[in-house]
C-alpha cells in the first residue's frame, strides 16, 4: 500500500476527439432523450474485440463520451478477454461497464501494471492508485456483470520495489458494483474518493473481491453485501493476509462487509480481517470496518484485527456483529462486538445516506 497518490495529467483534445464528442451528442439526443414526450433511456455503446460492435476497446468507447455527460451511457462489451487500460475521468458520470454475456466470467478486462511499473514514456512508476486496471473517478459510476483483474506476476517481480497491484480503483460517489469479480493479490480493490474532503459512497452486492493483501482499501464509505470475500496464497504459496484496510476519515463512515461470505484456499488462522490506515501518516483519520452477519472461514485469525504503521486498531472503528463459522467468536478485548443497539446505527441505509442504488 502506497500513501502518495499520482494524478494523471490528460491530454488536451483533439479535432477528431472532438468530431467524435459532436457525433457522440447528436446520436445521443435521439437516444436519451427521445421525444418531447418519451421517458428518458440510457445510452448504450457496443464494444467487441472482433469488430462486431462499434468499438474493439472499451477506452475507446469511453473517449467517445463526450465531457460534460451526466445521462446514463452504458458500455455494452462482448465476451472476450480485453487487456486495456481503462480510465473514466470524472467529467463523463453515470457511465456503467456492463459485459453482455451470459457470466461475469466471459467479459475480462485485465492488465498487469503495479505500482512500481516503470510509465512508458519514463517520467516514473505507476503508483499504488495509478496501476489500476479500470479507473473509475467520475460519480455515478457502475459495473456490472463482467470481471476486472489485475495479474501482474509477483513472483517473477521479486526484485521490484512496490508490488501493489490494483484492479479496480473508485474514486466517485455513488458507485454501484453489481454481480461483478474483482480479482488480483496486494491492493486489488482501492474504493477511494475524489478528495479527503468528499463524500464518497460505494454498493457492491452480489460480487467477487479476490486478494491476499489489504486487497479492500481506502477513504470511501462502501457497503459490500451479500457477496464473496476470496482469500488467495501469496506468490510463493504461503497463507497470510489482511482483508481491509480503511483509511477513513474521522467523520465519515468506512467499509460495512455484511451478509457476506469470507472462504479460500488458504491456511486455518493465517488471515486478519482488517487493519487501521492512516494514509501518508495521517494521525487524524479514524479507519473503520464492520463485518456483520458474515460467514468467516477457519482461515480468520481468533484475534483479527492488528496494528499498522505504528497505529493501533484499539484506537480506530472495528467491529463484528453476529457473524458465523469456524472463523467467528466471541466478543473480547481483541474481538469488540456491537451491541444490538449500536448495529442499529450500522445498517447498509446508515452507509448509503439516502442513496438508493439502481441500474438506471
Known amino acids: 500500500?502506497?500513501?502518495?497518490?499520482?494524478?494523471?495529467?490528460?491530454?488536451?483534445?483533439?479535432?477528431?476527439?472532438?468530431?467524435?464528442?459532436?457525433?457522440?451528442?447528436?446520436?445521443?439526443?435521439?437516444?436519451?432523450?427521445?421525444?418531447?414526450?418519451?421517458?428518458?433511456?440510457?445510452?448504450?455503446?457496443?464494444?467487441?474485440?472482433?469488430g462486431s460492435g462499434q468499438y474493439t476497446t472499451v477506452q475507446a468507447a469511453v473517449n467517445a463520451i463526450p465531457a460534460g455527460n451526466t445521462a446514463r451511457v452504458v458500455?455494452?462489451?462482448?465476451?472476450?478477454?480485453?487487456?486495456?487500460?481503462?480510465?473514466?475521468?470524472?467529467?463523463?458520470?453515470?457511465?456503467?461497464?456492463?459485459?453482455?454475456?451470459?457470466?461475469?466470467?466471459?467479459?475480462?478486462?485485465?492488465?498487469?501494471?503495479?505500482?512500481?511499473?516503470?510509465?512508458?514514456?519514463?517520467?516514473?512508476?505507476?503508483?499504488?492508485s495509478g496501476s489500476a486496471t479500470v479507473a473509475a473517478e467520475a460519480n455515478g459510476f457502475q459495473a456490472r456483470n463482467l470481471t476486472i483483474s489485475n495479474d501482474f506476476d509477483e513472483g517473477a517481480n521479486q526484485n521490484m520495489s512496490g508490488l501493489q497491484a490494483v484492479a479496480l480503483r473508485t474514486a466517485a460517489d455513488k458507485v454501484f458494483l453489481d454481480s461483478v469479480i474483482v480479482s488480483g493479490d496486494q491492493d486489488t480493490l482501492l474504493l477511494d474518493t475524489a478528495s479527503k474532503a468528499t463524500l464518497g459512497r460505494v454498493y457492491v452486492v452480489n460480487s467477487y473481491v479476490i486478494g491476499n493483501v489489504d486487497f479492500i482499501f481506502g477513504r470511501?464509505?462502501?457497503?459490500?453485501?451479500?457477496?464473496?470475500?476470496?482469500?488467495?496464497?501469496?506468490?510463493?504459496?504461503?497463507?497470510?493476509?489482511?482483508?481491509?484496510?480503511?483509511?477513513t476519515a474521522a467523520d465519515r463512515k468506512g467499509f460495512l462487509i455484511t451478509g457476506s461470505t469470507v472462504n479460500g484456499d488458504v491456511s486455518a488462522s493465517s488471515f486478519h480481517l482488517g487493519r487501521p490506515w492512516h494514509a501518508g501518516g495521517d494521525a487524524s483519520l479514524d479507519p473503520m470496518a464492520t463485518f456483520r452477519g458474515t460467514t468467516l472461514s477457519s482461515a480468520i485469525k481468533s484475534a483479527p484485527w492488528t496494528d499498522m504503521s505504528g497505529f493501533s486498531w484499539k484506537d480506530d472503528r472495528f467491529a463484528e456483529y453476529r457473524n458465523t463459522g469456524p472463523g467467528s467468536g466471541s466478543a473480547s478485548g481483541d474481538r469488540p462486538q456491537l451491541s444490538d443497539a449500536q448495529a442499529t446505527q450500522q445498517e447498509t441505509a446508515d452507509w448509503l445516506a439516502g442513496w438508493t442504488p439502481s441500474a438506471s
Do not use: C
Open 1 to 50: 500500500m502506497a500513501a502518495h497518490r499520482r494524478r494523471t495529467t490528460l491530454r488536451p483534445v483533439s479535432r477528431k476527439a472532438t468530431a467524435a464528442a459532436a457525433a457522440f451528442l447528436a446520436v445521443a439526443g435521439l437516444q436519451v432523450f427521445g421525444t418531447a414526450s418519451g421517458a428518458a433511456a440510457a445510452t448504450t455503446l457496443t464494444v467487441a474485440k472482433d
Open 75 to 128: 458500455v455494452a462489451i462482448k465476451p472476450g478477454t480485453y487487456r486495456e487500460l481503462v480510465k473514466i475521468p470524472s467529467t463523463k458520470q453515470n457511465v456503467t461497464l456492463q459485459g453482455s454475456g451470459p457470466s461475469r466470467n466471459d467479459t475480462v478486462i485485465v492488465y498487469n501494471n503495479a505500482s512500481g511499473t516503470q510509465k512508458p514514456d519514463g517520467s516514473g512508476t505507476y503508483g499504488t
Open 220 to 247: 470511501a464509505t462502501a457497503v459490500i453485501d451479500r457477496s464473496v470475500i476470496t482469500l488467495k496464497k501469496r506468490w510463493n504459496g504461503t497463507s497470510a493476509g489482511y482483508i481491509a484496510a480503511p483509511s
